[in-house]
């Protein structure tokens, strides 16, 4: 049986991912032999504004030279937005980067963003137009919308809840995201993001929206760990946890 480390860079704020995260691989190790670790560092963050996001996305190179210090066999960046905020394409960079810091730490291991985490599933279930909710002020719902566009991914219709206090964001109700998601203009859509923030905890609601839906429904949580594990070379699936994850794009 082999152990894999999880390192999670997160903000100082977020609840969501270190929760998320765990339930999604500890459903894992149910129906197979992995077992995993979780360890976490922290950058500065508590109110969901540019200034804040770029004053805490300048942490992330502290973070990942500590999580290497852990040893941790593959880090996941879990800030969507401020790296979608720092510019299209962001992601590509970001990684690079903090796989660097790790290597030049001694203990190499890849870097998951979970914006580009977000990328990568939606085009792995070939979802080129998606609706999505977001919790953010309506400028930076319009930089996800931007960025996820420059990469291919039209977004037919989202909804910016506008809660800007990140402990806020991680107290609202999973159970009233299908509703949120349904009053979209989904019709048109290949999938539907029902959390494009990974604070914003969904993970209750996913199969749900689907049954409702009729379409996959992802979070950036799901996508995120369906890239660590794929980073690790492992199947990627979970049970409870949506399409992207069942199994049927194990090896995507």
Known sequence: MTTYRIGQIVPSSNVTMETEVPALLRAREAVAPERFTFHSSRMRMTRVTPEQLRAMDAESDRCATELSDARVDVLGYACLVA???????????????????????????PVVTSAGALVSGLR????????LV?????????????????????????AALEIPDNLDVAAHDPARLPGI???????????????????M???AAVEEAEQQLGKPVVSAAICTVHQLLRALGLPAFAPGAGQLLSGAHAQA
Do not use: F, I, W
């Open 83 to 109: 790296v979608m905020a720092a510019g299209p394409g962001y992601h590509r960079e970001a990684e690079q980067r903090l796989h660097r810091r790790t290597a030049d730490n001694g203990a190499p291991a």
């Open 124 to 131: 792995v279930l070939g979802a080129r137009r998606v609706v």
């Open 134 to 158: 977001t919790p953010y002020l309506k400028p930076l719902a319009r930089t996800v919308v931007d960025y996820l566009g420059h990469e291919g991914v039209e977004v037919l219709d989202h």
């Open 181 to 199: 998601a349904k009053r979209l203009d989904h019709a048109g859509a290949d999938a539907v993001v029902l959390s494009a923030c990974v604070q």
């Open 201 to 203: 905890p969904s993970l």
